[in-house]
């Protein structure tokens, strides 16, 4: 058995790394951008890469790299069923209500006739996201139809950049505000410099919407690794209605009704590992928002303990990415 590791740094090969060390499996570590990449895998069993959503290089060739090697017979994380809709909260709609999950009411257009007619016809606040991005940077609370007209406009015309920058700088002054570091405080220009080149790429042609849920001071973030479950609440950002990226997390009053729902849902995705971001409807019932294979692991690594398939909780620490890993080398 040879495992394959592609390595960045504050990524899951950290622990995928140390964990065959310690159990003195045959491993090596490569570089997936490499031209070679293919003939430097041959002898390998497995191949690990926890690609990342804001990497452009990750999101030119990862999904290829990742899925030609399962149609060869190498076992990879993540596989098809867990990564084909990574970042892509269009695709996610289309699944999730193919079977029927419990999703926030979500709605996609492709022309703007339709959509501006949508737009003069239903009923508002809605909020706006782009297909990719995450930690709420491209999500916009429309308030009315003339706000949404505006940007359906400008998504068909112009197109709509990835980064929002007014939320971008929120995030880095909320970050500061939270760990009061000037070492954050020095990276807000140069973040601001760097997001301002990211956001020359736009995306056009389409908009999406989904339901605002109001009333929501918390989204509750459930990780499925296998047969476990990890549960945090995130709770919402100051004078915002994102708790994506706040940084406050409580790891108490999880609801079991979303962790059986997590689990459910899991089983007929059949993904070697998932995160779910839920918040409650009108009638206080769990709905999806989006779901993604990877995970920030600041605040679901500190989970006390993990619940299992049958919801019973033990009270442990939580490697997730340990667990992908075993999983991943046991599987028959």
Same mark, same amino acid.
């Given at each position: 058995?040879?495992?394959?590791?592609?390595?960045?740094?504050?990524?899951?090969?950290?622990?995928?790394?140390?964990?065959?060390?310690?159990?003195?499996?045959?491993?090596?570590?490569? =570089?997936?951008? %490499?031209?070679?990449?293919? $003939? +430097?895998?041959? &002898?390998?069993? @497995?191949? !690990?890469?926890?690609?990342?959503?804001?990497?452009?290089?990750?999101?030119?060739?990862?999904?290829?790299?990742?899925?030609?090697?399962?149609?060869?017979?190498?076992?990879?994380?993540? =596989?098809?069923? %867990?990564?084909?809709?990574? $970042? +892509?909260?269009? &695709?996610?709609? @289309?699944? !999730?209500?193919?079977?029927?999950?419990?999703?926030?009411?979500?709605?996609?257009?492709?022309?703007?006739?339709?959509?501006?007619?949508?737009?003069?016809?239903?009923?508002?606040?809605?909020?706006?996201?782009?297909?990719?991005?995450?930690?709420?940077?491209?999500?916009?609370?429309?308030?009315?139809?003339?706000?949404?007209?505006?940007?359906?406009?400008?998504?068909?015309?112009?197109?709509?950049?990835?980064?929002?920058?007014?939320?971008?700088?929120?995030?880095?002054?909320?970050?500061?505000?939270?760990?009061?570091?000037?070492?954050?405080?020095?990276?807000?220009?140069?973040?601001?410099?760097?997001?301002?080149?990211?956001?020359?790429?736009?995306?056009?042609?389409?908009?999406?919407?989904?339901?605002?849920?109001?009333?929501?001071?918390?989204?509750?973030?459930?990780?499925?690794?296998?047969?476990?479950?990890?549960?945090?609440?995130?709770?919402?950002?100051?004078?915002?209605?994102?708790?994506?990226?706040?940084?406050?997390?409580?790891?108490?009053?999880?609801?079991?009704?979303?962790?059986?729902?997590?689990?459910?849902?899991?089983?007929?995705?059949?993904?070697?590992?998932?995160?779910?971001?839920?918040?409650?409807?009108?009638?206080?019932?769990?709905?999806?928002?989006?779901?993604?294979?990877?995970?920030?692991?600041?605040?679901?690594?500190?989970?006390?303990?993990?619940?299992?398939?049958?919801?019973?909780?033990?009270?442990?620490?939580?490697?997730?990415?340990?667990?992908?890993?075993?999983?991943?080398?046991?599987?028959?």
């Amino acid at each position: 058995m040879k495992v394959a590791i592609h390595h960045r740094e504050g990524s899951f090969s950290e622990k995928w790394i140390t964990y065959c060390k310690d159990k003195n499996i045959d491993f090596r570590i490569v =570089d997936a951008f %490499s031209s070679n990449i293919i $003939d +430097d895998l041959k &002898g390998c069993d @497995y191949f !690990l890469w926890h690609h990342h959503h804001a990497l452009q290089e990750d999101i030119l060739v990862a999904k290829r790299i990742l899925f030609s090697l399962e149609q060869s017979g190498i076992k990879v994380y993540p =596989d098809f069923n %867990s990564g084909w809709h990574f $970042d +892509d909260k269009v &695709g996610q709609k @289309y699944l !999730l209500e193919l079977i029927n999950a419990p999703l926030v009411k979500s709605y996609v257009f492709y022309n703007r006739k339709n959509s501006m007619l949508w737009a003069k016809q239903t009923t508002f606040p809605k909020v706006f996201k782009l297909r990719g991005g995450a930690g709420a940077k491209n999500v916009i609370l429309v308030k009315n139809s003339e706000h949404c007209q505006r940007l359906i406009k400008k998504a068909f015309r112009s197109g709509i950049t990835q980064n929002n920058l007014l939320n971008v700088i929120k995030d880095d002054l909320l970050r500061f505000k939270k760990n009061k570091s000037l070492k954050d405080l020095a990276k807000i220009p140069v973040r601001f410099i760097l997001n301002i080149f990211k956001s020359n790429f736009k995306e056009k042609g389409y908009v999406y919407f989904q339901d605002f849920i109001p009333n929501n001071k918390f989204d509750t973030r459930i990780v499925v690794v296998g047969n476990r479950a990890i549960g945090e609440r995130r709770f919402v950002r100051d004078n915002d209605f994102r708790a994506s990226g706040s940084g406050n997390f409580s790891y108490d009053g999880v609801s079991k009704e979303i962790v059986e729902i997590a689990f459910k849902v899991s089983k007929i995705l059949k993904v070697q590992s998932i995160a779910y971001d839920f918040v409650l409807g009108m009638n206080g019932e769990p709905l999806i928002v989006e779901i993604s294979y990877g995970f920030g692991r600041e605040g679901i690594s500190k989970a006390p303990g993990y619940w299992d398939d049958n919801l019973i909780w033990h009270a442990s620490k939580v490697e997730p990415e340990v667990w992908i890993i075993e999983d991943l080398l046991n599987k028959n």
